[in-house]
């Protein structure tokens, strides 16, 4: 197994890093020593019979000492070629134990293209060459691409697709068992004897609630990109989040029953963390209203950017990716200047609610200013369209972002400014409909604006957020 993804970051030469790791795996995991001078002696036996044929041959009756050092100085030339000895070892391997050799070479495509395409020729060689069964894992775009204009296009190949499992299964599973060593029933993993039963019913609520609710399945499916690692990393924050009121979760399980944890809970987990107020830092989310420019209609360019390659069209490829030019152009006919532009797509890719062709991310100068040459193409992902469709609207969203968001708006910002620091739901709720008004306000001068997006109808169908709280606070009251 050979994971270019993190032993190739110091290595340019795959070559020599691929021959190693096989080496060193060997070793490691099959207690195989490829310059072991019995094993040696066994991969080049009719290389030994060559040689006694030859020249030197003669010293093996006459003169044992200078045979042995010939003989010696013979195979180690041999071996000192690493590639063609590492070959002839693993033919070696597979006919004495009668095995399969399997190469699996994972994270290509976290190369760049030249590297990828190197990946996919050594590849090649190992399967044709050496009689190895080799695997290759890679994205789709990066295998459409490469059978389009690279290495992959000249060669046969068998392609399998994996499709990822579902989330709501791995992560029902994982908590399940959790749940069960958290009642100190037996497993086969001695993990200890440390039990609670207020832990256990928390974690069969939190199961039942993924079980029940579609909502909470497309939240998590979307706000990871389907990733699982990401989801359970999400799951096991929200488990000890103080932003989770845990024991009211026990209690009314425990003198009810049946309790389905509601999707605002997870989504107020995304939008802060262990935070009371949103941090770009430790936030599921990104704030796609932010600016980087005194411009009021900056609020809406990251929106914008994702509904335009949601946006069916001919800007999309068959995959779904527009072209960086095109996209630019597009932004740019709406009165945004090329900086605007590329700000918020780095932005959004190195928070993957965009993704490109290539697996690219963006570093920070020294200003703290995302700093990289634009891709070739984007195209949208879950995480952002979830961002547009779901959350820009929505009462948690809009109350968590404007914290982070530069108001251009004087009078209002000192509204929002009142009762700052208050964490009680009646402040946050007039704060939050002045920033949705100020959005609203801004979103209306914005004459030129596109078909495709319409802050407007985001507004009008997530206002139920705002009315189940404006509820929430007549019923208090």
Same mark, same amino acid.
């Given at each position: 197994?050979?994971?270019?993804?993190?032993? +190739?970051?110091?290595?340019?030469?795959?070559?020599?890093?691929?021959?190693?790791?096989?080496?060193?795996?060997?070793?490691?995991?099959?207690?195989?020593?490829?310059?072991?001078?019995?094993?040696?002696?066994?991969?080049?036996?009719?290389?030994?019979? =060559?040689?006694?044929?030859?020249?030197?041959?003669?010293?093996?009756?006459?003169?044992?000492?200078?045979?042995?050092?010939?003989?010696?100085?013979?195979?180690?030339?041999?071996?000192?070629?690493?590639?063609?000895?590492?070959?002839?070892?693993?033919?070696?391997?597979?006919?004495?134990?009668?095995?399969?050799?399997?190469?699996? !070479?994972?994270? +290509?495509?976290?190369?760049?293209?030249?590297?990828?395409?190197?990946?996919?020729?050594?590849?090649?060689?190992?399967?044709?060459?050496?009689?190895?069964?080799?695997?290759?894992?890679?994205?789709?775009?990066?295998?459409?691409?490469?059978?389009?204009?690279?290495?992959?296009?000249?060669?046969?190949?068998?392609?399998?697709?994996?499709?990822?499992?579902?989330?709501?299964?791995?992560?029902?599973?994982?908590?399940?068992?959790? +749940? =069960?060593?958290?009642?100190?029933?037996?497993?086969?993993?001695?993990?200890?004897?440390?039990?609670?039963?207020?832990? %256990?019913?928390?974690?069969?609520?939190?199961?039942?609630?993924?079980?029940?609710? =579609?909502?909470?399945?497309?939240?998590?499916?979307?706000?990871?990109?389907?990733? !699982?690692?990401?989801?359970?990393?999400?799951?096991?924050?929200?488990?000890?989040?103080?932003?989770?009121?845990?024991?009211?979760?026990?209690?009314?399980?425990?003198?009810?029953?049946?309790?389905? !944890?509601?999707?605002?809970?997870?989504?107020?987990?995304?939008?802060?963390?262990?935070?009371?107020?949103?941090?770009?830092?430790?936030?599921?989310?990104?704030?796609?209203?932010?600016?980087?420019?005194?411009?009021?209609?900056?609020?809406?360019?990251?929106?914008?950017?994702?509904?335009?390659?949601?946006?069916?069209?001919?800007?999309?490829?068959?995959?779904?990716?527009?072209?960086?030019?095109?996209?630019?152009?597009?932004?740019?006919?709406?009165?945004?200047?090329?900086?605007?532009?590329?700000?918020?797509?780095?932005?959004?890719?190195?928070?993957?609610?965009?993704?490109?062709?290539?697996?690219?991310?963006?570093?920070?100068?020294?200003?703290?200013?995302?700093?990289?040459?634009? #891709?070739?193409?984007?195209?949208?992902?879950?995480?952002?369209?979830?961002?547009?469709?779901?959350?820009?609207?929505?009462?948690?969203?809009?109350?968590?972002?404007?914290?982070?968001?530069?108001?251009?708006?004087?009078?209002?910002?000192?509204?929002?400014?009142?009762?700052?620091?208050?964490?009680?739901?009646? %402040?946050?709720?007039?704060? %939050?409909?002045?920033?949705?008004?100020?959005?609203?306000?801004?979103?209306?001068?914005?004459?030129? %604006? #596109?078909?495709?997006?319409?802050?407007?109808? !985001?507004?009008?169908?997530?206002?139920?957020?705002?009315? =189940?709280?404006?509820?929430?606070?007549?019923?208090?009251?």
């Amino acid at each position: 197994y050979i994971d270019l993804g993190s032993t +190739a970051t110091l290595d340019t030469d795959l070559n020599k890093l691929v021959l190693a790791q096989i080496g060193d795996q060997l070793y490691q995991k099959y207690g195989v020593n490829l310059s072991n001078a019995s094993f040696v002696e066994r991969v080049y036996r009719e290389d030994i019979k =060559k040689f006694d044929d030859g020249l030197f041959g003669r010293y093996k009756e006459t003169n044992t000492d200078k045979y042995e050092e010939k003989l010696l100085e013979y195979l180690y030339n041999l071996q000192s070629n690493t590639r063609d000895h590492t070959k002839k070892a693993i033919e070696q391997i597979a006919k004495e134990r009668q095995k399969q050799i399997i190469i699996c !070479i994972d994270n +290509a495509d976290q190369r760049d293209f030249d590297i990828q395409q190197e990946a996919f020729l050594i590849s090649q060689e190992l399967a044709k060459e050496w009689k190895a069964t080799v695997f290759l894992s890679v994205r789709p775009q990066t295998f459409y691409k490469s059978k389009r204009s690279g290495a992959l296009n000249a060669y046969p190949h068998k392609i399998f697709t994996i499709s990822p499992p579902r989330v709501d299964d791995v992560v029902s599973k994982r908590l399940g068992f959790a +749940a =069960k060593l958290a009642r100190g029933e037996s497993s086969r993993v001695d993990l200890g004897q440390v039990t609670s039963e207020n832990l %256990a019913v928390f974690l069969d609520v939190l199961v039942r609630s993924l079980n029940t609710s =579609k909502q909470i399945n497309e939240f998590l499916t979307n706000i990871t990109g389907g990733n !699982i690692r990401s989801v359970i990393e999400f799951v096991t924050g929200f488990i000890g989040s103080p932003n989770i009121e845990a024991q009211k979760i026990i209690d009314i399980e425990e003198r009810q029953g049946g309790y389905l !944890i509601p999707l605002h809970e997870f989504t107020k987990q995304a939008l802060l963390g262990d935070y009371s107020h949103y941090s770009s830092e430790t936030s599921s989310s990104m704030n796609i209203l932010d600016i980087t420019t005194p411009d009021p209609k900056e609020h809406f360019l990251v929106p914008l950017i994702i509904s335009y390659l949601e946006h069916r069209g001919e800007h999309l490829d068959k995959n779904g990716f527009c072209r960086s030019g095109t996209l630019i152009a597009e932004c740019q006919n709406y009165g945004f200047s090329q900086k605007q532009i590329e700000n918020a797509l780095r932005r959004s890719t190195n928070r993957k609610l965009i993704e490109t062709s290539l697996r690219v991310t963006f570093e920070e100068d020294e200003d703290n200013e995302l700093v990289g040459d634009m #891709p070739d193409s984007f195209r949208a992902t879950t995480i952002g369209a979830y961002h547009v469709k779901k959350w820009l609207g929505d009462f948690a969203y809009i109350d968590a972002m404007l914290f982070d968001t530069p108001i251009l708006d004087v009078e209002v910002r000192n509204v929002l400014s009142k009762h700052v620091s208050s964490l009680d739901i009646k %402040a946050r709720f007039d704060r %939050a409909h002045s920033f949705k008004e100020y959005l609203l306000t801004t979103w209306k001068n914005f004459l030129d %604006a #596109p078909s495709y997006f319409n802050f407007e109808d !985001i507004c009008h169908e997530r206002n139920d957020t705002f009315i =189940k709280v404006a509820k929430h606070i007549a019923n208090r009251n």
